[in-house]
């Protein structure tokens, strides 16, 4: 069965830093693309950050490039997040979500999501 | 950027009731689209891949079709757990967008 447990979330002060780790099990970590996805509160989906399988390309929206960072250990299976100068409009949920690659489309979509981590940006 | 536009925002229906949702995106994105469902307080889960492509699990009173810049989420005859919230997304291109959603709500 596939698993992603999100962890590390909490609150923080605006201009500070953060880490979250998302623990996998239940397949073959290295050979997936992982993902994160935020929710403000009562608003939709936002995506974040993605990694490939190898940590080799990473990839980010204009609102956290710079100030987020994505990396993976595979031996660990295990994702990261490190968030930088942290802001209000930072707070969410936090979803690591797995990315299933389809080669005919070369594209990927989001097949599993773990049940999210909230982090608050506030003083 | 690639902006998903769901519509409607809000949506009452009764149970048993056929619906469509929409999602247009503003510009073409060929079938690299995906749907998914959030009920309250749960993680979101897939529907559809590659706009109109089944996943396995999924009743199969859940449809899609579409291509270029037009989509659309079927539901046939709605069922009481199917009250939520319904995001397209888009793989296409990056940065990678979702629409703002479509509220399902008991009518």
């Known amino acids: 069965e596939v698993q992603l447990v999100e962890s590390g979330g909490g609150l923080v002060q605006p201009g500070r830093s953060l880490k979250l780790s998302c623990a996998a099990s239940?397949?073959?970590?290295?050979?997936?693309?992982m993902a994160w996805v935020r929710q403000a509160p009562k608003k939709g989906l936002e995506w974040v950050a993605t990694i490939s399988t190898s940590g080799s390309r990473t990839y980010y929206p204009d609102s956290v490039k710079g100030r987020f960072t994505i990396s993976r250990d595979n031996a660990k299976s295990s994702l990261y997040l490190q968030m930088n100068s942290l802001k209000s409009e930072d707070t969410a949920t936090y979803y690591c979500?797995?990315?299933?690659?389809?080669?005919?489309?070369?594209?990927?979509?989001?097949?599993?999501w773990g049940q999210g981590v909230m982090v608050t940006v506030s003083s | 950027d690639i902006m998903l536009t769901q519509s409607p925002a809000t949506l009452s229906v009764t149970p048993g009731e056929s619906i469509s949702l929409s999602c247009r995106a503003s510009?073409?994105?060929?079938?690299?689209l995906h749907w998914y469902q959030q009920k309250p307080n749960e993680s979101p889960r897939v529907l559809i891949k590659?706009?109109?492509q089944t996943i396995s699990g999924i009743p199969s009173r859940f449809s899609g079709s579409g291509s270029g810049t037009d989509f659309t989420l079927n539901i046939n005859r709605v069922e009481p757990e199917d009250f939520s919230v319904y995001y397209c997304q888009q793989s296409n291109s990056w940065p990678r967008t979702f629409g703002a959603g479509t509220k399902l709500e008991l009518k």
């Open positions: 979500a797995r990315g299933y690659y389809d080669g005919y489309y070369h594209s990927y979509y989001f097949d599993y």
């Open positions: 590659y706009a109109s």
């Open positions: 239940g397949f073959t970590f290295s050979n997936y693309y």
């Open positions: 510009q073409s994105i060929s079938t690299n």
